[in-house]
């Protein structure tokens, strides 16, 4: 487990509705061994409790600026030196506001620029203030001043509409966050300068306007080892089908839906590529046929004829010059079995037997296990964390990567 004993980080919570994942985000992150202090705006006390806050950082929680006992010692200068890293989660409209302009009349915008720790927020908000030109400039300013940030994520949200503004969910900001960190305390040169390319996500196969076929896949192993890849000196292209999940730093993201667009993605960069390793849960079939109209309820039944949908992963293989291969096996039963079968039935270079039965793993899951299967070796990861898990199977995919080089 890759952990993170030095990292200070600030969160601050301001009035969003999210604020109510914070006390998750903030065990997240400690179970990870981070040391986090939080500070709230007055509105998000009325969102989440100051107290529950302190109990699960363990910490005294800051609240108020013009604190006559904190500020003896300085208290928000303090604040502002202690960071290694300010995230504000959620971060409200207003608040973007606020430190876009550069204001200073509450702890956290006060601390804020007097900090010279990076600053990362997560935006949650209804869909409509998030796309208001207002919030869209301030975006943009804050992102010109090389702040990061995460989300929004797309979906339903506590207002009851649909659309971006929700925020990204607390494992992954966590995620997110400890994972820069590696990038800063251990960036490694394991795959310095090799073009990588990872599918990500499921497909989306429609039937019609509203409808279609999809699975349960996250996104988070794909991601996981993009991030990974990137962090090992690789430059990285993922392709991902639609998922919740910001794109790891340094990443080039090519966003597609249905498998027909990800071959064709995966396809336009094959050549550049030598290490490919296909991670999406690419739908096997697609409707025939896809509808302009949403199709009107009529009969008690009804059916949908499917076609076979093109194979990514053995397209990759079949390619003059491909690139070392790595594929999936999501399977539920007689994994090895069928997870060397496909390894030679697609001519790839290795699979990771992946056991989706209903087990602490796989999909939507911050953990994983697999089990590594190449011509002549089996390697078992154990169950871990998919970040910690990705930089394993980066280190056995650069040992046999290299192997199929000095071949040539
Ligand atoms: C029930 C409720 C939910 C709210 N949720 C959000 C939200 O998710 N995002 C947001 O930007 N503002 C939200 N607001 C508005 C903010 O609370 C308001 O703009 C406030 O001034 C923000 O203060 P702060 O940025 O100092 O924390 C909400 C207000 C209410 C009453």
Redesign the pocket.
């Known amino acids: 487990m890759v952990m993170h004993k030095n990292k200070r980080i600030l969160i601050g919570v301001?009035?969003?509705?999210?604020a109510y994942k914070v006390p998750h985000l903030v065990r997240q992150l400690k179970e990870r061994g981070a040391e986090v202090r939080v500070v709230m705006?007055?509105?998000?006390q009325e969102f989440v409790t100051p107290m529950t806050l302190q109990a699960v950082s363990g910490l005294p929680v800051s609240l108020n600026l013009l604190d006559v006992e904190a500020e003896s010692g300085m208290g928000h200068i303090e604040l502002a030196r202690w960071a290694d890293v300010v995230l504000v989660a959620?971060a409200?409209?207003?608040?973007m506001a606020?430190i876009a302009s550069g204001f200073a009349d509450?702890l956290l915008s006060t601390l804020i620029l007097a900090t010279e720790a990076p600053l990362i927020i997560a935006p949650?908000?209804?869909q409509q203030?998030w796309q208001h030109p207002a919030t869209q400039e301030n975006l943009s300013i804050l992102e010109s001043r090389g702040v990061k940030v995460l989300g929004p994520a797309d979906g339903l949200q506590a207002c009851g509409e649909i659309g971006p503004g929700r925020m990204v969910e607390p494992e992954i900001i966590a995620q997110t966050i400890l994972s820069q960190n590696t990038e800063d305390e251990s960036h490694c040169d394991l795959l310095s300068g090799v073009n990588v390319v990872v599918t990500a996500g499921p497909t989306w196969e429609a039937i019609d306007p509203v409808r279609g076929i999809t699975n349960h896949s996250s996104g988070k192993m794909g991601y996981a080892l993009a991030a990974a890849a990137r962090h090992s000196g690789a430059n990285v292209t993922l392709v991902s089908g639609p998922v919740h999940l910001p794109t790891p730093s340094g990443v080039n993201k090519i966003a597609v839906s249905s498998a027909k667009q990800m071959l064709e993605a995966v396809l336009g960069c094959v050549s550049d590529t030598e290490i490919f390793i296909g991670v999406a849960a690419v739908a096997d079939y697609r409707p025939v046929q896809t509808r302009d109209q949403k199709i009107k309820k009529s009969g008690d039944t009804m059916s949908i004829e499917l076609v076979k949908n093109p194979d990514i992963l053995a397209s990759v293989a079949a390619c003059p010059e491909k690139p070392f291969t790595v594929g999936f096996a999501a399977e539920t039963e007689n994994i090895l079995e069928h997870a060397r079968k496909k390894r030679i039935a697609k001519s790839v270079d290795m699979i990771a037997a992946n056991n989706v039965a209903g087990r602490e793993g796989a999909f939507g899951n911050q953990k994983n296990a697999v089990t590594l299967i190449t011509k002549d070796a089996e390697i078992e990861i154990a169950l871990m964390d998919k970040y910690d898990l990705a930089m394993e199977m980066i280190r056995c995919i650069k040992q046999e990567y290299e192997k199929t080089r000095l071949l040539v």
Do not use: C, H, L
């Open positions: 301001t009035g969003g509705i999210a705006s007055g509105s998000a959620p409200t409209a207003n608040f606020k509450d949650a908000m209804n203030m």
